[in-house]
């Protein structure tokens, strides 16, 4: 499909804003639920000239409807974790290169090359659960050509312990303070591997407290709340435990969720980055059509263009907070909205 050609190609706020109202006529051409929406909302195609006047559809859509709006039958379908009885989003993907493609560059914008990195996951297998997001996007990382011994280890915390201890001595390139330097652009692929180590958040922290050790120099990313598997904590409380557990200086994190296909990271100060195909704008917590202003704190709207099949404006649960430089905080969640997140995977 054309736009998996096209989506590398945003550098500026006007090719992204170009392509969002693309994407936009093209929803509204093709995308019935969607169509359906922005009408009852009273809004006319010719009202939007900007991004930020695009109608965003509520998350909830996924978990009742099919939002989809290709011609081709979908390639897969992701669902959402869940516990027994919660209603599961589901989001029909029709371009698995799309998906494999954006989430590849998003992880190389980081941190460089997958094959750098031996990654290891604290997450259930593709042979698992094969309609996680997560999982998928973990898989892709490896088969990307990283180092030997990567996998999935959730369910052999030893196995990965002593994978680890035999691995953290490399001379994997170092800032001052010990922390692992990703690469910059135009250097992919360079200079030796190092250790990335990602898990749901949970699953990071009991593997933190039977196996303590020194990772120093070590990429440890969360994804993911508590949901019900341990008791909730701030982020604060999380990431010094990691810290301390791992001898990190800072504790990484992914942001996405199975509706949309792109990711955002945070490199340990708690604030997101987004690719140049994704947006984040924050709504009035009391009128979901009008943006915050200045820093304050509302809910999270997302752009995600490599959404374009399905729906990419999306009105999350989440609370946030926009900074001037376009990264965002995740603060909490509505009240009484429903418990989600990838430490729902596992019953």
């Known amino acids: 499909m054309i736009f998996s050609q096209t989506i590398g190609t945003i550098h500026t ?3 992204f804003d170009r392509m969002a109202q693309d994407a936009f006529r093209y929803q509204l051409q093709h995308n019935q639920i969607y169509a359906e929406f922005v009408d009852a909302l009273g809004t006319h195609a010719s009202q939007v000239n900007h991004y930020s006047r695009i109608p965003f559809l509520p998350i909830e859509f996924f978990k009742t409807q099919e939002v989809y709006a290709a011609d081709d039958m979908p390639a897969i379908t992701f669902h959402s974790s869940g516990t027994t ?13 799309l998906y494999r493609a954006t989430l590849l560059e998003g992880f190389r914008r980081v941190y460089g ?14 042979g698992e659960n094969s309609n996680s997001s997560l999982v998928f996007m973990i898989d892709a990382w490896i088969n990307a050509g990283a180092q030997p011994g990567s996998g999935f280890y959730l369910n052999e915390p030893k196995r990965l312990a002593e994978i680890l201890l035999a691995s953290s001595h490399s001379n994997a390139p170092k800032s001052p303070k010990g922390d692992l330097l990703p690469p910059l652009q135009g250097r992919v692929g360079e200079g030796p591997s190092g250790i990335l180590l990602i898990g749901l ?8 407290e039977q ?9 440890i990313m969360e994804t993911g ?6 008791l909730e904590m701030v982020r604060e409380e999380v990431h010094g435990i990691l810290k301390q557990a791992f001898s990190v200086n ?6 996405g969720m199975s509706e949309m296909l792109s990711q955002a990271y945070s490199t340990g100060n708690g604030r997101f980055t987004c690719p140049p195909w994704m947006r984040v704008l924050i709504r009035d917590p009391n009128d979901p059509l009008l943006w915050t202003s200045g820093s304050k704190a509302g809910g999270i709207s997302i752009i995600d263009l490599a959404n374009y099949y ?10 946030g907070r926009l900074h001037d430089d376009g990264s965002f905080e995740v603060l909490g969640r509505f009240d009484h909205s429903d418990l989600r997140g990838c430490n729902l995977m596992i019953g």
Do not use: W
Not at 211 to 219: D, E, Q, T
Not at 225 to 230: N, S
Not at 250 to 255: D, F, M, R, T, V
């Open 225 to 230: 709340g508590m949901k019900g598997k341990r």
């Open 85 to 97: 009885g919660m209603q599961r989003s589901s989001h029909a993907v029709a371009d698995l290169s």
């Open 250 to 255: 800072e504790i990484h994190s992914e942001y």
């Open 310 to 319: 399905s729906c990419p404006f999306l009105n999350t649960q989440d609370l």
């Open 13 to 15: 706020e006007e090719q």
């Open 113 to 126: 090359d997958p094959s750098r990195y031996l990654i290891c996951a604290l997450t259930p297998s593709p």
């Open 211 to 219: 196996f303590p050790m020194s990772l120093k120099g070590a990429v």
């Open 201 to 208: 958040t949970y699953a990071l922290l009991d593997f933190a």
